[in-house]
């Protein structure tokens, strides 16, 4: 990753991708305070654009806003730099990370004397879990590993060191010949995956877990939105890993993941054990509405402009 052409907007300044490197002794390397978002550029007619830029940036502050971290920037400085990453970097499509962090100015955990940094680097990335699970959905495996508990990291802010636990979940899910892993919380109610936000279908109802444990995704959101407009109605309530089981039909959502049909959980096939037909019409008006191609909601769709 780090040995590419490229520029990264690093601190108020474009450098090339290869010199955007920071000291060893940085404190969020250390103990993993730092917030972060994941967004995509999509090409449409208008050029590359990228989606729910605001959503985005909203939610990175409101994360250094949880986390006690002062911003270095205004949201217009951040927003531009986000465009920035994907227009001088020529691409069509990206994947895009803002990153706040602190510096090396000190060890310990005071955190008061450091300063906050901002990288935003962009590049090309396809389909997260692969084009293939995008159509045929994927297999995923209950954690034995917990989502977290909103006093121990607060779920709201999407945080460098959370995904800690995230990455625990995937790991064991992999190593039991699974593709992701749904984690509980700690009551033991369906939370959401290492990194998507996840709906079953039942009797025609979309449901989705309430927003405890789980991350407030951008993309649950936009498809809680499709779905009304499509008259799917939609529901948020707890939901047990049973209820997964017996559903007609499941999927993740996610920036990277975009809409990901899952196929089966614990080894038990869900609905008919193939990507069901509400997924599929909520994958291809999600794919339509990334790419500018809906009437509805042009302020989704922010295109970068030219180089
Ligand atoms: N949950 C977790 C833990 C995530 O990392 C993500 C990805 N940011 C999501 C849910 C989905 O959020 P979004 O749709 O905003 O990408």
Known sequence: MADRDG?????????????ANTHV???????????????????????????????????????????GMAMPYDKETVREAILASVRENGLESAYIRPMAF??????????????????????AWGAYLGDEALERGIRIKTSSFNRHHVNVTLCKAKTNGSYMNSMLALREAQQCGCDEALLLDTEGYVAEGSGENIFIVRNGVLLTPELTAALEGI????????????GVPVREKRITRDEVYIADEAFFSGTAAE??????????????????????RLQTLYFEQVHGRRKTHPEWVTPVGEA
């Open 7 to 19: 520029v990264i907007w690093y601190d108020g300044k474009l450098v090339p991708w290869r010199d």
């Open 25 to 67: 002794l940085t404190h969020t390397l250390h103990y993993g305070m730092g917030v972060f978002e994941g967004v995509r550029a999509y090409p449409t007619s208008a050029g590359p654009a990228v989606f729910r830029l605001d959503a985005h940036v909203d939610r990175l502050f409101r994360s250094a806003h949880i986390m």
């Open 102 to 123: 602190y510096g090396s100015e000190g060890m310990g955990l005071r955190a008061d004397k450091l300063k906050v940094h901002l990288i935003v680097a962009a590049w």
């Open 219 to 230: 993309t649950r959101e936009t498809i809680m939105e499709l779905a009304g407009e499509i």
């Open 259 to 280: 809409i990901t049909p899952i196929r089966e959980l614990d080894f038990r096939p869900i609905g008919l054990g193939h990507r069901g037909p509400i997924t599929e």
